[in-house]
T-cell receptor, first 113, second 115 residues
Framework: AQTVTQSQPEMSVQEAETVTLSCTYD???????LFWYKQPPSRQMILVIR??????QNATENRFSVNFQKAAKSFSLKISDSQLGDAAMYFC??????????FGKGITLSVRP | DVKVTQSSRYLVKRTGEKVFLECVQD?????MFWYRQDPGLGLRLIYF???????EKGDIPEGYSVSREKKERFSLILESASTNQTSMYLC??????????????FGEGSRLTVL
Protein backbone atom coordinates (compact mmCIF):
# COMPACT_ATOMS: atom_id res chain seq x y z
CA ALA A 1 0.00 0.00 0.00
CA GLN A 2 1.09 3.52 -0.69
CA THR A 3 1.94 5.81 2.19
CA VAL A 4 2.50 9.55 2.37
CA THR A 5 4.54 11.04 5.19
CA GLN A 6 4.65 14.63 6.33
CA SER A 7 6.92 14.57 9.34
CA GLN A 8 6.68 18.23 10.36
CA PRO A 9 3.35 19.11 12.02
CA GLU A 10 3.94 22.86 12.01
CA MET A 11 6.08 25.49 10.36
CA SER A 12 6.31 29.24 10.49
CA VAL A 13 7.60 31.74 7.95
CA GLN A 14 8.09 35.48 7.86
CA GLU A 15 5.98 37.35 5.34
CA ALA A 16 7.82 37.77 2.00
CA GLU A 17 10.25 34.94 2.84
CA THR A 18 10.47 31.49 1.30
CA VAL A 19 9.44 28.29 3.01
CA THR A 20 9.70 24.64 2.01
CA LEU A 21 7.25 21.98 3.17
CA SER A 22 8.49 18.39 3.09
CA CYS A 23 6.75 15.24 1.95
CA THR A 24 7.94 11.72 1.32
CA TYR A 25 6.01 8.78 -0.04
CA ASP A 26 6.39 5.09 -0.52
CA UNK A 27 5.15 3.19 -3.56
CA UNK A 28 6.09 0.34 -5.84
CA UNK A 29 4.32 1.93 -8.81
CA UNK A 30 6.19 3.74 -11.53
CA UNK A 31 3.31 5.80 -12.87
CA UNK A 32 1.55 8.04 -10.37
CA UNK A 33 0.68 11.60 -9.52
CA LEU A 34 1.46 13.76 -6.54
CA PHE A 35 -0.47 16.75 -5.26
CA TRP A 36 -0.33 19.52 -2.71
CA TYR A 37 -3.66 20.70 -1.31
CA LYS A 38 -4.25 23.76 0.85
CA GLN A 39 -6.92 23.99 3.55
CA PRO A 40 -7.35 27.57 4.82
CA PRO A 41 -8.93 27.97 8.26
CA SER A 42 -12.65 27.12 8.09
CA ARG A 43 -12.57 27.02 4.32
CA GLN A 44 -12.64 24.42 1.60
CA MET A 45 -9.57 22.49 0.59
CA ILE A 46 -8.17 23.51 -2.78
CA LEU A 47 -5.53 22.16 -5.12
CA VAL A 48 -2.23 24.04 -5.09
CA ILE A 49 -0.11 22.07 -7.51
CA ARG A 50 0.26 18.63 -9.08
CA UNK A 51 3.20 16.65 -10.45
CA UNK A 52 3.24 13.72 -12.85
CA UNK A 53 5.80 11.10 -11.88
CA UNK A 54 6.99 10.49 -15.42
CA UNK A 55 7.76 14.17 -15.97
CA UNK A 56 11.24 15.17 -14.86
CA GLN A 57 10.48 18.87 -14.88
CA ASN A 58 9.28 20.21 -11.56
CA ALA A 59 5.79 21.75 -11.60
CA THR A 60 5.38 25.46 -10.94
CA GLU A 61 2.30 27.57 -10.28
CA ASN A 62 3.12 31.23 -9.71
CA ARG A 63 4.77 31.45 -6.25
CA PHE A 64 4.42 27.71 -5.66
CA SER A 65 6.87 25.16 -6.98
CA VAL A 66 7.83 21.60 -6.15
CA ASN A 67 11.09 19.75 -5.82
CA PHE A 68 10.30 16.26 -7.06
CA GLN A 69 13.00 13.67 -6.43
CA LYS A 70 11.61 10.41 -7.80
CA ALA A 71 14.46 8.17 -6.72
CA ALA A 72 14.34 9.53 -3.20
CA LYS A 73 10.50 9.51 -3.23
CA SER A 74 10.46 13.06 -2.05
CA PHE A 75 8.00 15.79 -3.05
CA SER A 76 8.50 19.12 -1.30
CA LEU A 77 6.54 22.33 -1.82
CA LYS A 78 8.31 25.67 -1.96
CA ILE A 79 6.34 28.84 -1.35
CA SER A 80 8.15 31.99 -2.42
CA ASP A 81 7.34 35.52 -1.26
CA SER A 82 5.04 34.17 1.45
CA GLN A 83 1.82 36.08 2.03
CA LEU A 84 -0.55 36.20 4.98
CA GLY A 85 -3.12 34.36 2.87
CA ASP A 86 -0.77 31.39 2.61
CA ALA A 87 -1.44 30.54 6.25
CA ALA A 88 -3.25 27.22 6.12
CA MET A 89 -2.91 23.51 6.53
CA TYR A 90 -1.13 21.87 3.61
CA PHE A 91 -1.58 18.26 2.62
CA CYS A 92 0.59 16.18 0.35
CA UNK A 93 -1.30 13.48 -1.57
CA UNK A 94 -0.64 10.55 -3.89
CA UNK A 95 -2.72 8.77 -6.49
CA UNK A 96 -1.80 5.76 -8.54
CA UNK A 97 -3.46 2.95 -10.40
CA UNK A 98 -6.19 2.30 -7.83
CA UNK A 99 -7.77 5.75 -8.22
CA UNK A 100 -7.69 6.47 -4.52
CA UNK A 101 -6.04 9.63 -3.28
CA UNK A 102 -3.91 9.01 -0.19
CA PHE A 103 -3.16 12.03 1.98
CA GLY A 104 -0.43 12.77 4.46
CA LYS A 105 -1.20 14.03 7.94
CA GLY A 106 -0.78 17.64 6.94
CA ILE A 107 1.34 20.55 8.09
CA THR A 108 0.09 23.79 9.59
CA LEU A 109 1.85 26.80 8.13
CA SER A 110 1.70 30.12 9.90
CA VAL A 111 2.89 33.38 8.35
CA ARG A 112 4.31 36.09 10.59
CA PRO A 113 3.63 39.69 9.51
CA ASP B 1 -18.20 28.22 -10.14
CA VAL B 2 -17.93 24.55 -9.39
CA LYS B 3 -19.59 23.52 -6.21
CA VAL B 4 -19.67 20.64 -3.75
CA THR B 5 -22.32 21.17 -1.11
CA GLN B 6 -22.54 19.27 2.14
CA SER B 7 -25.95 19.43 3.71
CA SER B 8 -24.93 20.23 7.28
CA ARG B 9 -21.92 22.14 8.57
CA TYR B 10 -22.49 21.10 12.17
CA LEU B 11 -24.40 18.17 13.63
CA VAL B 12 -24.80 16.86 17.16
CA LYS B 13 -26.15 13.33 17.52
CA ARG B 14 -26.53 10.80 20.28
CA THR B 15 -24.88 7.42 20.49
CA GLY B 16 -26.88 4.83 18.58
CA GLU B 17 -28.64 7.29 16.27
CA LYS B 18 -28.65 6.79 12.52
CA VAL B 19 -26.90 9.68 10.81
CA PHE B 20 -27.08 10.77 7.19
CA LEU B 21 -24.47 13.08 5.68
CA GLU B 22 -25.42 14.33 2.25
CA CYS B 23 -23.17 15.64 -0.48
CA VAL B 24 -24.23 17.15 -3.79
CA GLN B 25 -22.01 18.29 -6.66
CA ASP B 26 -23.05 20.32 -9.67
CA UNK B 27 -20.15 19.48 -11.97
CA UNK B 28 -21.40 16.19 -13.45
CA UNK B 29 -18.40 14.43 -11.91
CA UNK B 30 -18.25 10.65 -12.01
CA UNK B 31 -16.05 10.10 -8.95
CA MET B 32 -17.10 11.03 -5.44
CA PHE B 33 -15.34 10.50 -2.11
CA TRP B 34 -15.96 10.62 1.62
CA TYR B 35 -13.04 11.36 3.94
CA ARG B 36 -12.83 11.97 7.64
CA GLN B 37 -10.32 14.44 9.00
CA ASP B 38 -8.94 14.14 12.51
CA PRO B 39 -6.13 16.16 14.13
CA GLY B 40 -2.80 14.42 13.72
CA LEU B 41 -4.26 11.80 11.38
CA GLY B 42 -4.87 13.82 8.25
CA LEU B 43 -7.55 12.72 5.80
CA ARG B 44 -8.58 9.09 5.73
CA LEU B 45 -10.72 7.65 2.97
CA ILE B 46 -13.97 6.04 4.11
CA TYR B 47 -15.67 5.20 0.80
CA PHE B 48 -15.54 6.28 -2.78
CA UNK B 49 -17.74 5.88 -5.81
CA UNK B 50 -16.57 5.67 -9.40
CA UNK B 51 -20.03 6.34 -10.79
CA UNK B 52 -23.73 5.95 -10.08
CA UNK B 53 -24.60 2.89 -7.99
CA UNK B 54 -20.90 1.99 -7.70
CA UNK B 55 -18.99 2.07 -4.44
CA GLU B 56 -15.67 0.92 -3.09
CA LYS B 57 -14.39 0.67 0.46
CA GLY B 58 -11.64 3.01 1.43
CA ASP B 59 -9.21 2.61 4.28
CA ILE B 60 -11.65 2.93 7.20
CA PRO B 61 -15.12 1.75 6.10
CA GLU B 62 -16.12 0.07 9.35
CA GLY B 63 -19.24 1.59 10.86
CA TYR B 64 -20.15 3.43 7.66
CA SER B 65 -22.14 2.78 4.50
CA VAL B 66 -22.81 4.89 1.42
CA SER B 67 -25.42 5.41 -1.24
CA ARG B 68 -25.07 6.78 -4.77
CA GLU B 69 -28.44 6.56 -6.52
CA LYS B 70 -27.92 9.71 -8.60
CA LYS B 71 -24.76 11.01 -10.17
CA GLU B 72 -24.78 14.29 -8.29
CA ARG B 73 -25.44 12.90 -4.81
CA PHE B 74 -23.27 10.77 -2.53
CA SER B 75 -24.56 10.00 0.95
CA LEU B 76 -22.61 8.75 3.94
CA ILE B 77 -24.58 6.78 6.51
CA LEU B 78 -23.64 5.99 10.06
CA GLU B 79 -26.00 3.14 10.96
CA SER B 80 -25.47 3.50 14.70
CA ALA B 81 -23.35 6.48 15.64
CA SER B 82 -20.62 6.04 18.22
CA THR B 83 -18.49 8.58 20.05
CA ASN B 84 -15.39 7.55 18.08
CA GLN B 85 -17.11 8.78 14.95
CA THR B 86 -16.96 12.34 16.20
CA SER B 87 -14.98 14.00 13.44
CA MET B 88 -14.93 16.36 10.46
CA TYR B 89 -16.30 14.68 7.34
CA LEU B 90 -15.23 15.92 3.93
CA CYS B 91 -16.91 15.11 0.65
CA UNK B 92 -15.08 15.53 -2.65
CA UNK B 93 -15.74 14.94 -6.31
CA UNK B 94 -13.58 14.50 -9.38
CA UNK B 95 -14.09 14.14 -13.09
CA UNK B 96 -13.20 10.70 -14.34
CA UNK B 97 -9.96 10.68 -16.33
CA UNK B 98 -7.92 7.87 -17.79
CA UNK B 99 -5.06 8.34 -15.35
CA UNK B 100 -6.78 9.66 -12.22
CA UNK B 101 -5.08 13.00 -12.55
CA UNK B 102 -8.11 15.11 -11.95
CA UNK B 103 -8.37 17.73 -9.27
CA UNK B 104 -10.53 16.91 -6.29
CA UNK B 105 -13.15 19.52 -5.43
CA PHE B 106 -14.07 19.55 -1.78
CA GLY B 107 -17.10 20.59 0.20
CA GLU B 108 -16.82 22.77 3.27
CA GLY B 109 -17.05 19.79 5.60
CA SER B 110 -19.54 18.51 8.15
CA ARG B 111 -18.45 18.54 11.75
CA LEU B 112 -20.21 15.72 13.57
CA THR B 113 -20.27 15.39 17.34
CA VAL B 114 -21.63 12.17 18.83
CA LEU B 115 -22.56 12.40 22.50
Amino acid sequence: AQTVTQSQPEMSVQEAETVTLSCTYDTSESDYYLFWYKQPPSRQMILVIRQEAYKQQNATENRFSVNFQKAAKSFSLKISDSQLGDAAMYFCAYTGANSKLTFGKGITLSVRP
Amino acid sequence: DVKVTQSSRYLVKRTGEKVFLECVQDMDHENMFWYRQDPGLGLRLIYFSYDVKMKEKGDIPEGYSVSREKKERFSLILESASTNQTSMYLCASRRKTARNTGELFFGEGSRLTVL
